[in-house]
């Protein structure tokens, strides 16, 4: 009973000890909730089944939040799919290593960069960071190019002959490909790869490993050989084995026949090139190279050619997105077939880019990663996740989390990747190919591949598939996988499908010619005149010819307003390029009248409501909902009733004077809801939806009857505004310790505590323009009361007319730093750069003085002017257009940074600023000797002119609406016409030939001079503009007709004609040059063949040269040889010596000899002693005499019972001794 009880005790004991070391891990599961499970398994049974795996995290994510906190067994685990925590595990240096369940991939695949841990990881991932940098991945674009080719024959056959699995097909490619760029052999013909065995046992290695992670018993191999599993996944692993080491073995073979091992940089930095560089130099073994090719490869090729067939898939499912995709490689490659797409291509495929995206986000090429804590890792909320705990990253859900990405996140929808819509989720909330310490080594080298893929496919074939996107079911399967895979069906494109794109100067406007097809207006390209919408709005424009903006573009909805009937209509223009529509366009009704004589039309950013703008108010219509698989309003519905509230109506009542100059909505809205509006009083009212939040004063005020004051008469009257990019404020601390006691410092302090959260506090420089050119900034936040005014803020370098007398509009682009382009009623644009000052300066202004200013923190620096030409004269003079004034409106093109518009009475001009351009790549470069020139001149085009004679009669522009993917531009002029042109999106084409390769020439480039190609190119530039010509209200005369005819003609002959006859000859002499080049190389090729002779001769007289002397050399040695052993033993000394070494290295010899056999005698006597020690044992056990068992109990009692009457006579004789006294 007792050796029972003690062995309970140390049980319990031990269970508690156990307990007590995970307390950590119980204390965790009381922080963070998640489901229980059961005891022993915990939540191990939900994931023995790998199809019901991302279901189960779904279900559990669902219910206790996004991170949760469970057990696999005996295992802490966590399930991630919150951004922020996403983050704080991705880039703590204590949770780098992978989780315990890729155990399987080291089996499988190896132990490489995708399951190694930490160190070894970081050295290794150190050690092959080149293999995958820019200049390698640019090598590969070649073979991107041929194998696609090669890709488009394969799939000739497979086109108009219904649906397809392209999975295999794609496999193949993407192998070939990833062998071709990592190993750097092509393994089209092998046998293996041909007969597709090679693939087969790669999916079989993969769904094994697969089923080996998330059932633990099949790391087994005797339970694999059990359930018959481990024949297919030796041979898989095996073969698999063999052909990467077939490579490895091939390369090293190649590199020992070389007789020069001098490698290219580029070369030298491909993977196998790198890792048999390491491996020769001691610091990889043979199975570390093995192991890494294995998983490079394998990565490679397997979530590439997952990418672009799910792409594809979702692309067939939603067909109106493949037709934009379509459009904008259409729009770069002209012709189908193969061929050459570039990396600066690749960087203009903005729509395709988007939808790979958009791809990755909804399919994840890994659903599910695993990391695991090698210390304590304290996240963001202050919760401490001890060591020894694994954890899921959910990408798979955290990808279609409602909450991050909206309604529509699980559905596939590029405008995700919009910029006003990514721009303010959090960086971890999209990691397909995951971020931080341990991110993906190969990110780059697979959306390169991938777009190169995509476009050649998508440019020369329609997909099509008779699957429902809602049937898609996702497995784990350490990569993204389907039940079931839909088929394909390939189109060929058409020949009407091809078009001849033309380029007007400058390269802004880009026009197609369809072939094939019903002829269309080239300068309505859209059809736009034709449609119900713009058909209705002629009769209700305004009668007087005055430039304003009665349309506006958000994402695929085109607003435009119907004065006659005071209602908005807005039309989905790129359902409308797909074909037929059903709803041409829709009426959205104010629910109060609007009696604005509105001017403006402007949609938020977010595009969930329109202000309507006029001199004398400003109203908010509050837009519908979207839904239907078009996504038109309340789904197609014609008539729509929407909220209308009006601003300030009664304070416009109250003062006649009182006008509307400018409003923008602000960009940091959270709500898309604050609007800041500018009036002629010098203030700024902001709303947010109906309430007035704030007035900011930005200049001295104008009192009621002061319209015409010395104010205005000085230009000091507030016409334009524009939000620059937030800043942190400077000098806080110091100004808020100068202006306000303690006492206010502290209660601010505990109220600021109480109601906003702890983040830093960000202002918003808001750039006003005065009439006189002044500019002030008024630095404030979204929902701050207090402001700072700042100016007149200085402008260098000083002019006399202060940068324009008559200024009228401002805009401010946002690059680094941001760029103010500042606008004259004369036609003179400003590209100036806002700087932060050195110090703080105050200026003067003595009209401000009842206005606090504080001193400037930025200044203006003013780099070129632009002069606009507004219209043209008829009789080629420029006469007449120069002495026409009218207020120009800016508008800035938010696809391309480089570009915006200029609109007025005479027409619109496309303006590219150069010099943005050469601040980006300035800014991009990493080398300290790179210098900022900014030479390059801004250029403006003349895109469409309204007003050409010399009377004051104009066209004006109505509307400016810029459309994007595909980018065009559309314009409503006052006779009712409508302008719709597309634009070129490319930055390179904005620029001219010497300033886009000034930057990048080295110093041999430049003292070669331009090359032919920039010579042609700058010949046929043009200087003079040659507008559109719009429609003018009346008729003109013969007269007018006649000089416009002969100014036409007059431009041809000089800017065409002449420029061709340049042209030519300049080609003549390129190839007389070329001719004889091509002649002196000829006989230089001749003296270096007759050199090359005379040089092999030699080089075989000196090699039978060298073979007699190194013949004469071995002689010499020999002989030398001889006379040394010669002389030594000539010596007497060395004899004796020897002889006496001898005999010690003899007597040594003796000894050990018969110390061994000393040593041997005593093993043999210990083995004696052993035997017979244990033989003696093993008989005193046999002759030992055991009790019965009565016996031994009956003497066990009496011994007991004398141990007790022993005890009793010692106590009785203690206590005889204490009364004795003894």
């Known amino acids: 009973m007792l050796t029972w009880t003690l062995w309970c005790g140390l049980l319990f004991l031990l269970w508690f000890y156990f307990l007590w070391s995970r307390r950590r891990f119980y204390l965790l599961a009381l922080k963070i909730p998640g489901p229980l499970g059961y005891p022993i398994l915990g939540m191990a049974h939900w994931l023995m089944n790998r199809e019901d795996i991302l279901n189960a995290f779904g279900c559990f994510l669902d219910k206790h939040g996004p991170t949760i906190f469970s057990w696999l067994g005996p295992i802490p685990f966590m399930i991630v799919s919150d951004p922020q925590v996403v983050q704080d595990i991705f880039t703590s240096p204590h949770c780098v290593n992978k989780g315990i369940i890729y155990k399987a991939v080291d089996d499988g695949a190896g132990i490489g960069l995708f399951s190694m841990n930490d160190p070894r990881w970081s050295i290794h991932r150190k050690l092959l960071n080149p293999a995958f940098g820019h200049?390698?991945?640019?090598?590969?674009?070649?073979?991107?190019?041929?194998?696609?080719?090669?890709?488009?024959?394969?799939?000739?056959?497979?086109?108009?002959?219904?649906?397809?699995?392209?999975?295999?097909?794609?496999?193949?490619?993407?192998?070939?490909?990833?062998?071709?760029?990592?190993?750097?052999?092509?393994?089209?013909?092998?046998?293996?790869?041909?007969?597709?065995?090679?693939?087969?046992?790669?999916?079989?290695?993969?769904?094994?490993?697969?089923?080996?992670?998330?059932?633990?018993?099949?790391?087994?191999?005797?339970?694999?050989?059990?359930?018959g599993r481990e024949s297919h996944y030796y041979q898989a692993k095996t073969e698999i084995r063999q052909f990467i080491r077939k490579l490895i073995e091939k390369k090293l073979a190649a590199d020992q026949k070389?007789?020069?091992?001098?490698?290219?940089?580029?070369?030298?930095?491909?993977?196998?090139?790198?890792?048999?560089?390491?491996?020769?130099?001691?610091?990889?073994?043979?199975?570390?190279?093995?192991?890494?090719?294995?998983?490079?490869?394998?990565?490679?090729?397997?979530?590439?050619?997952?990418?672009?067939?799910?792409?594809l898939m979702l692309l067939a499912m939603f067909p109106d997105y493949q037709e934009r995709a379509f459009e904008e490689i259409q729009s770069l490659f002209p012709n189908t077939g193969d061929f050459e797409v570039t990396y600066a291509d690749t960087q203009q495929m903005v729509y395709l880019d988007m939808i790979l995206n958009e791809s990755m986000r909804v399919i994840p090429p890994v659903p599910v990663v695993s990391r695991q804590t090698s210390h304590d890792l304290t996240l963001s909320n202050g919760i401490v996740v001890p060591q020894g705990v694994q954890i899921a990253i959910d990408i798979y859900h955290m990808h279609r989390s409602k909450k991050i990405w909206g309604p529509e996140a699980e559905t596939f929808n590029p405008d995700h990747f919009l910029p006003h819509n990514i721009q303010d989720k959090h960086p971890y909330a999209y990691i397909p190919f995951t971020?931080?310490?341990?991110?993906?080594?190969?990110?780059?080298?697979?959306?390169?591949?991938?777009?190169?893929?995509?476009a050649k496919l998508l440019r020369n074939y329609r997909f099509k598939t008779s699957f429902p996107f809602e049937d898609l079911y996702f497995v784990e399967d350490i990569t993204m996988k389907l039940k079931t895979v839909p088929l394909l069906e390939?189109?060929?494109?058409?020949?009407?499908?091809?078009?001849?794109?033309?380029?007007?100067?400058?390269?802004?406007?880009?026009?197609?010619?369809?072939?094939?097809?019903?002829?269309?207006?080239?300068?309505?390209?859209?059809?736009?005149?034709?449609?119900?919408?713009?058909?209705?709005?002629?009769?209700?424009?305004?009668?007087?010819?005055?430039?304003?903006?009665?349309?506006?573009?958000?994402?695929?909805?085109?607003?435009?307003?119907?004065?006659?009937?005071?209602?908005?209509?807005?039309?989905?223009?790129?359902?409308?390029?797909?074909?037929?529509?059903?709803?041409?366009?829709?009426?959205?009704?104010?629910?109060?009248?609007?009696?604005?004589e509105v001017d403006r039309v402007l949609a938020s950013n977010e595009c969930s409501l329109v202000a309507l703008s006029g001199p004398r108010g400003v109203t908010i219509l509050e837009l519908p909902r979207r839904w239907g698989p078009d996504g038109y309003y309340k789904d197609g519905k014609a008539r729509i009733t929407c909220r209308t509230y009006s601003l300030d109506t009664q304070l416009f009542l109250n003062n006649p004077h009182l006008e509307v100059r400018q409003l923008r909505w602000h960009p940091h809205s959270v709500s898309d809801s604050t609007l800041l509006v500018l009036l002629n009083n010098n203030t700024i009212r902001v709303y947010n939806h109906s309430k007035l939040r704030h007035v900011w004063q930005v200049g001295p005020s104008l009192h009621r009857g002061e319209a015409s004051s010395s104010l205005c008469d000085f230009g000091e009257v507030a016409v334009d505004f524009d939000i620059a990019p937030a800043a942190k404020p400077r000098g806080e601390s110091e100004t808020t310790g100068k202006n306000e006691t303690t006492l206010d410092n502290s209660n601010k302090t505990l109220v600021a505590a109480k109601s906003l959260p702890k983040q830093e506090r960000i202002e918003w420089p808001i750039v006003v323009l005065r009439e006189n050119g002044n500019i002030y900034i008024l630095m404030t936040g979204v929902d701050s009361e207090m402001t700072r005014l700042q100016g007149p803020i200085t402008i260098t370098p000083q002019t006399r007319d202060n940068y324009g007398l008559e200024s009228c509009a401002l805009m401010i682009i946002p690059s680094l730093p941001p760029t103010i382009v500042m606008a004259?009623?004369?036609?003179?644009?400003?590209?100036?750069?806002?700087?932060?000052?050195?110090?703080?300066?105050?200026?003067?202004?003595?009209?401000?003085?009842?206005?606090?200013?504080?001193?400037?923190?930025?200044?203006?620096?003013?780099?070129?002017?632009?002069?606009?030409?507004?219209?043209?004269?008829?009789g080629g003079g420029g006469g007449g257009a120069a002495s026409y004034n009218c207020p120009v409106y800016l508008k800035r093109d938010l696809i391309n940074e480089m570009r915006y518009f200029a609109y007025h009475n005479a027409g619109l001009h496309a303006v590219t600023v150069s010099f943005i351009s050469e601040l980006q790549r300035y800014l991009d470069s990493e080398s300290e000797e790179d210098r900022l020139e900014l030479a390059a001149s801004s250029r403006a085009e003349y895109i469409l002119c309204t007003k050409f004679d010399s009377s004051e009669s104009v066209?004006?522009?109505?509307?400016?609406?810029?459309?994007?993917?595909?980018?065009?531009?559309?314009?409503?002029?006052?006779?009712?016409?409508?302008?719709?042109?597309?634009?070129?999106?490319?930055?390179?084409?904005?620029?001219?030939?010497?300033?886009?390769?000034?930057?990048?020439?080295?110093?041999?480039?430049?003292?070669?001079?331009?090359?032919?190609?920039?010579?042609?190119?700058?010949?046929?530039?043009?200087?003079?503009?040659?507008?559109?010509?719009?429609?003018?209200?009346?008729?003109?005369?013969?007269?007018?007709?006649?000089?416009?005819?002969?100014?036409?003609?007059e431009v041809l002959r000089e800017q065409y004609l002449k420029r061709h006859d340049l042209v030519r000859a300049a080609?003549?002499?390129?190839?007389?040059?070329?001719?004889?080049?091509?002649?002196?190389?000829?006989?230089?090729?001749?003296?270096?063949?007759?050199?090359?002779?005379?040089?092999?001769?030699?080089?075989?007289?000196?090699?039978?040269?060298?073979?007699?002397?190194?013949?004469?050399?071995?002689?010499?040695?020999?002989?030398?040889?001889?006379?040394?052993?010669?002389?030594?033993?000539?010596?007497?000394?060395?004899?004796?010596?020897?002889?006496?070494?001898?005999?010690?290295?003899?007597?040594?010899?003796?000894?050990?000899?018969?110390?061994?056999?000393?040593?041997?005698?005593?093993?043999?006597?210990?083995?004696?002693?052993?035997?017979?020690?244990?033989?003696?044992?093993?008989?005193?056990?046999?002759?030992?005499?055991?009790?019965?068992?009565?016996?031994?109990?009956?003497?066990?009692?009496?011994?007991?019972?004398l141990t007790g009457e022993i005890d009793r006579q010692i106590i009785d004789v203690k206590r005889i001794n204490k009364i004795v006294g003894v």
């Open 258 to 311: 070389e007789t020069q091992p001098a490698i290219k940089s580029i070369d030298k930095n491909i993977f196998l090139n790198l890792a048999t560089d390491l491996l020769r130099r001691g610091v990889f073994t043979w199975r570390n190279v093995e192991d890494e090719s294995n998983i490079i490869v394998f990565g490679a090729f397997e979530t590439t050619a997952n990418a672009i067939y799910y792409t």
């Open 1067 to 1201: 080609f003549a002499r390129h190839i007389n040059q070329i001719q004889l080049k091509r002649e002196q190389q000829k006989l230089e090729i001749q003296d270096l063949e007759q050199e090359r002779e005379l040089i092999s001769e030699r080089a075989h007289k000196l090699a039978e040269r060298f073979e007699e002397i190194s013949y004469s050399q071995e002689l010499l040695v020999r002989k030398c040889n001889g006379l040394m052993q010669k002389a030594n033993a000539a010596l007497p000394n060395n004899v004796v010596a020897e002889r006496e070494f001898a005999q010690e290295v003899s007597r040594l010899n003796t000894v050990t000899q018969s110390m061994a056999a000393g040593l041997e005698s005593c093993k043999k006597t210990l083995n004696k002693q052993r035997y017979h020690i244990a033989k003696s044992q093993e008989e005193l056990k046999k002759n030992a005499y055991e009790l019965p068992e009565k016996q031994h109990s009956t003497i066990t009692e009496i011994l007991t019972q």
């Open 490 to 596: 390939l189109q060929k494109r058409n020949s009407y499908d091809h078009t001849v794109t033309l380029l007007a100067k400058g390269g802004h406007i880009e026009e197609q010619l369809s072939i094939n097809k019903p002829a269309m207006s080239l300068t309505d390209i859209l059809e736009l005149n034709k449609t119900e919408l713009f058909a209705k709005i002629r009769d209700g424009l305004p009668v007087v010819q005055k430039t304003q903006n009665l349309l506006d573009c958000k994402d695929d909805l085109l607003f435009a307003w119907d004065a006659k009937e005071c209602c908005l209509l807005v039309r989905n223009w790129r359902s409308s390029l797909a074909g037929e529509v059903s709803v041409q366009f829709q009426t959205l009704i104010p629910s109060s009248t609007v009696g604005l």
């Open 135 to 227: 200049k390698v991945l640019l090598s590969f674009l070649p073979i991107f190019n041929r194998e696609t080719a090669l890709l488009l024959d394969q799939l000739k056959p497979l086109q108009d002959d219904g649906e397809k699995d392209l999975v295999p097909l794609l496999q193949s490619f993407t192998l070939g490909i990833a062998t071709q760029t990592t190993m750097g052999s092509d393994v089209r013909s092998e046998e293996n790869l041909m007969s597709k065995s090679l693939l087969d046992r790669y999916q079989c290695m993969l769904e094994t490993m697969t089923d080996m992670c998330f059932s633990p018993w099949l790391n087994s191999r005797f339970v694999r050989q059990l359930l």
């Open 824 to 874: 004259e009623s004369n036609g003179k644009l400003h590209h100036a750069l806002l700087m932060e000052a050195e110090a703080a300066e105050l200026s003067f202004n003595e009209v401000d003085d009842f206005v606090l200013i504080e001193p400037a923190e930025y200044v203006v620096h003013v780099l070129e002017t632009v002069e606009l030409e507004l219209g043209l004269a008829a």
């Open 955 to 1049: 066209n004006a522009v109505f509307g400016l609406a810029l459309l994007q993917i595909p980018a065009g531009v559309v314009l409503l002029l006052g006779s009712g016409q409508v302008i719709s042109l597309k634009l070129v999106i490319d930055a390179q084409l904005l620029v001219t030939p010497n300033e886009s390769k000034q930057a990048g020439l080295d110093v041999s480039q430049q003292e070669s001079g331009p090359s032919f190609v920039d010579t042609i190119k700058s010949l046929l530039q043009r200087s003079v503009n040659q507008p559109i010509l719009a429609e003018k209200l009346a008729s003109p005369s013969a007269q007018e007709s006649y000089e416009l005819l002969n100014q036409a003609i």
């Open 435 to 454: 971020k931080g310490i341990r991110n993906c080594i190969g990110w780059r080298y697979a959306l390169i591949s991938a777009k190169v893929t995509l």
